[in-house]
């Protein structure tokens, strides 16, 4: 028979992406979200606090002015080149010097201008900043500040995680890596659940990266799941972050195998098989994988074989038989 490969195996639900929320300003904070405590919950720029902005405010009036300012010296150089130009026309011979047109003044008057537009878009910058807007829908993990405190730039305020971007890193051995498409597993289907309250969820998510490394304590390598919200409607639409969950990663077919309880495995990888003469063989086959319960067989067994699933304490190849009634729908023959 053809059987589809799983690897089992479970980690920790953790976010798709952490923030470290920090100040970009000085001042003092004058308002904070209701919800600005671990847990709350924000959507993308929400405001989450405010600093005092006055500072920020004149320095934006100021830097409007000097604006102004640098406006009306341009108009004024630029009325100045067109006189020169004419009593240049009126009283001069040739051309006249840059100088005299006043054509580097001009170009003074034109980058004061440059500088003092980008000193206005710094200060709405700066006074923007003032608010502290989440990144994205988030919770949050830790506060660092309140209401009432003074803080310079750079100062940490709150850490922030996705609150519906998660993901799943779960340790795959070797051996199990090969039943995953030969190790190609970016994309494959991967099942998720574990009990809450009593009852049973589940999730789907799909593996979208391999941190290609190896641990050399366990040789396993580790692979990263994104997790997709299911159709529940509670609040557990996804599993709650830090969580323990059990995985399952669909891998491979495997062709031309046959299932076989784990406890007819003999030592060496032999099966106790009766013969059509109702005698004992002892013959030696291929275990391509082993499971929890039983072995996947490639090679060694024919169609129709009977393996011995009872257990016998002297077997004796050759020795005669008898299919007990109780054992017979234990002792199946083996058919693709």
Do not use: H
């Amino acid at each position: 028979t053809d059987e589809q490969m799983f690897v089992q195996t479970q980690g920790k639900v953790e976010p798709s992406t952490r923030t470290q929320a920090a100040s970009e300003v000085m001042g003092r904070v004058v308002e904070v979200s209701p919800m600005f405590k671990v847990g709350g919950v924000f959507t993308k720029n929400e405001i989450m606090l405010e600093i005092d902005s006055s500072d920020y405010k004149s320095a934006l009036a100021s830097a409007d002015a000097s604006l102004a300012d640098a406006k009306l010296m341009l108009a004024q150089e630029q009325a100045r080149a067109e006189q020169a130009q004419r009593d240049w026309e009126k009283l001069g011979r040739g051309e006249p010097s840059d100088l005299v047109v006043r054509k580097p003044q001009i170009a003074s008057a034109k980058a004061r201008i440059a500088a003092a537009e980008a000193a206005v878009e710094k200060a709405k910058r700066d006074l923007d900043r003032t608010k502290l807007r989440a990144p994205y829908d988030c919770r949050v993990e830790a506060v660092y500040t309140d209401l009432g405190s003074y803080i310079m730039p750079g100062a940490r305020l709150a850490d922030l995680y996705s609150k519906d971007a998660l993901e799943l890193r779960v340790p795959v051995t070797l051996e199990e890596l090969g039943y995953l498409n030969g190790g190609e597993v970016v994309g494959a289907d991967v099942k998720v659940n574990a009990n809450i309250a009593n009852k049973s969820r589940q999730w789907s998510g799909k593996v979208v990266r391999s941190e290609g490394m190896v641990d050399r304590t366990t040789m396993t390598m580790y692979l990263v799941v994104g997790l997709k919200q299911n159709e529940q409607s509670d609040v557990f639409g996804l599993p709650p972050a830090g969580m323990f969950v059990r995985a399952s990663i669909t891998g491979d077919v495997m062709k031309n195998v046959f299932r076989i309880p784990r406890k007819a495995l003999q030592p060496n990888n032999t099966l106790l098989t009766m013969t059509e003469e109702n005698k004992l063989r002892i013959v030696s086959v291929e275990v391509a994988r082993t499971l929890k319960d039983s072995v996947l067989v490639s090679g060694g067994l024919k169609n129709g074989t009977y393996v011995i699933t009872s257990a016998m304490e002297t077997p004796v190849p050759g020795m005669k038989l008898a299919l007990d009634k109780e054992q017979a729908d234990e002792d199946q023959p083996i058919v693709p």
